[in-house]
């Protein structure tokens, strides 16, 4: 993995980086706040792809483990 990553911003993304960015906060901490937003959304995904596919599950009709 990159020890950097390059990034020319869009004047968009400029715009959004000024608008998402909190007091005292780099440009840099704005990405990594964006990157870990992003990686709980696709978590969040994931749980509910899990959940649909096991909404109709019955745990009443399995054995008991114990």
Known sequence: MASTIG???TSDDERIL???AQPGESTSDTLRRALRLLDHERWLAQFRADA???KDENLDAEPDAW
């Open 7 to 9: 990034f020319r911003p």
């Open 18 to 20: 000024r608008e998402a």
């Open 52 to 54: 649909d596919a096991l």
